[in-house]
């Protein structure tokens, strides 16, 4: 019997930052290490440990897809996560951020347009179907025949076939480098096609995967109750009962659950939280570095009229001091980024960008010249991260005559503003997933790509051009030149400003819960290894 992927491993509020008080002498001790237990790894699940029990997670927010539960149409990546216990993909990525084989137990490449999977003899569907060829093509064609965020990912796919029996080949019209990659994500999902055909499943409404779980219950912004999946090769072997998503979306609640054993394992967001749990001595706080980042869009569409002009633009980029973001709200644990997330390879390094200089004089004199600026800066409540950030840049533009109000609204608010048409912002700040090729989030800095971008910024033919160079270029120095071209252009037209990565902070319960967690994740799954947790 297939097993899935296995690591054979066994082992026993940042202050309020004050209008005039901030330095980096006041940033906080790290409190969630980044220790490795084994390469790759910030904790490997001990298979000696009791198991059986009714796994707890909590964390800070829900999916909230216009497409409900089909997880072609998941563009967050809460979504991903939560969906992909259910959902599973062709390719997966590894503990290295390499692409390995999921639904796929191999490939072949005959050309660099050209990709045969090999599939996996015993996955099946939660209702006790196998999966056939005909869903990988049925799911592949869908994702390309209903245009979805995702599907710009994928690349110029020209066909996919049925090419035996558990066969199917992937033809490109051109070289696309982060194909595979592409496929590790849940909106790549395969689906149960026939059952789709024929209405038997409204997959927006009802989950029906190959993956580990089962969702038996789910109150939208309360709770998801997963239970195992009988068919999974995985079943026998799993370490707990039932998985209980609680959505907490108050951080002190969630750290508070830690301390007094009532979740298992909780997503943090704040350092803060970490160093209030250094106390507790059955809690275990990690820190997991992504290649997700956070960025400030700059609206030249809808905004002030100033920030249509480029100087202005990028006179507010290049005063904004990511070194001081990332020790006052990270605590030393990020670091700068371009678009390309700078821990992959290739990617541009964000000292050679053109606003590394911090020249202020210039920046301030662009602003005299538009007679100084009043700009809003919208954050959402959500991730509290973003209004630390928030108080930074608006500190670091006070330095160049910009007076920032910063506005912090729950999401839906948040995202009617910023993605509707037309937009209603100066300023906003957000994170992207970083993903595991670095070619992959460089499409957002497309307009044409992307959609969502093109309410609050335009982009360029130029940009445009550089990142499909990206996209088709193979791993190298070609690749690495292509991308440090894009950083700097995207840099200089600073419609969408990269700040710092994004790590993941994650707390667990040492006293129930031996959980399996990798050091570096580029598509927000921190439950990607939830087969082998064992729950006590």
């Not at 001595?281 to 905004?303: C, E, K, P, W």
């Not at 100066?426 to 957002?444: C, I, N, Q």
Request: with cysteine; net charge negative; glycine share 8%.
């Amino acid at each position: 019997m297939r097993k899935r992927t296995r690591i054979g491993v066994a082992i026993g509020t940042v202050a309020l930052l004050t209008a005039t008080g901030c330095s980096a002498a006041s940033a906080p001790a790290p409190a969630a290490t980044s220790e490795e237990v084994a390469p790759g790894f910030l904790a490997v699940a001990d298979s000696a440990a009791p198991a059986g029990g009714e796994l707890v997670v909590q964390v800070d927010y829900d999916t909230a897809e216009a497409s409900g539960l089909d997880p072609q149409g998941a563009a967050t990546a809460r979504s991903w996560m939560l969906e992909g216990l259910v959902y599973e993909t062709l390719t997966t990525i590894d503990e290295n951020l390499e692409v390995a084989p999921g639904l796929a137990t191999s490939w072949e490449t005959a050309s660099d347009t050209e990709y045969v999977f090999t599939l996996a003899d015993d996955a099946v569907f939660s209702n006790g179907r196998a999966m056939t060829a005909d869903d990988v093509v049925g799911s592949i064609q869908r994702l390309i025949d209903n245009p979805v965020t995702w599907t710009g990912q994928l690349g110029p796919v020209a066909s996919v076939a049925a090419t035996g029996a558990g066969e199917v080949t992937v033809t490109l019209s051109e070289p696309y480098t982060p194909f595979l990659a592409a496929l590790a994500n849940t909106p790549a999902a395969i689906l149960p096609m026939s059952e789709i055909a024929s209405g038997e499943v409204d997959i927006t409404q009802e989950m029906l995967g190959t993956g580990p779980l089962v969702a038996s219950a789910h109150r939208q912004d309360e709770q998801w109750t997963f239970v195992p999946n009988e068919h999974h090769p995985d079943a026998a072997d799993l370490g707990f009962s039932s998985l209980t998503i609680d959505i907490v979306g108050d951080e002190a609640t969630r750290a508070a659950a830690l301390r007094d054993g009532s979740a298992d394992l909780a997503i943090l967001n704040s350092t803060d939280s970490a160093a209030l749990l250094t106390s507790a001595s059955d809690v275990r706080v990690a820190t997991q570095r992504n290649t997700d980042f956070h960025y400030l869009m700059i609206n030249s569409i809808g905004g002030d009229p100033a920030l249509t002009d480029e100087g202005v633009r990028f006179a507010i980029n290049s005063a904004i001091d990511r070194a001081t973001i990332n020790d006052l709200v990270f605590g030393g644990s990020a670091s700068a980024s371009g678009v390309t997330p700078v821990s992959l390879p290739d990617s541009c390094d964000p000292a050679d960008l053109p606003s590394a200089d911090r020249d202020l004089a210039a920046a301030t004199s662009a602003i005299d010249a538009v007679g100084g600026l009043e700009l809003d800066l919208l954050v959402y409540t959500d991730e509290p991260v973003l209004a630390q950030i928030a108080q930074v840049i608006q500190q670091n533009l006070a330095e160049i005559g910009v007076d920032v109000s910063i506005e912090q609204l729950d999401y839906a608010t948040y995202s009617g503003r910023v993605y509707s048409d037309p937009s209603d912002f100066d300023l906003a700040l957000s994170w992207f997933a970083g993903y595991a090729d670095p070619a992959m989030v460089t499409t957002w800095w497309s307009p044409a790509l992307a959609g969502f971008s093109s309410v609050y910024m335009s982009g360029s033919p130029e940009l445009d051009e550089l990142i499909a160079t990206g996209a088709s270029a193979q791993p190298g120095d070609d690749r690495a030149d292509a991308f440090a071209q894009l950083c700097s252009l995207a840099d200089e037209q600073s419609e969408m400003v990269p700040l710092v990565l994004r790590p993941s902070i994650i707390g667990w319960n040492t006293g129930s819960l031996s959980p399996s967690i990798s050091s570096d994740e580029g598509y927000g799954d921190v439950l990607r290894r939830i087969t082998e947790f064992r729950a006590g």
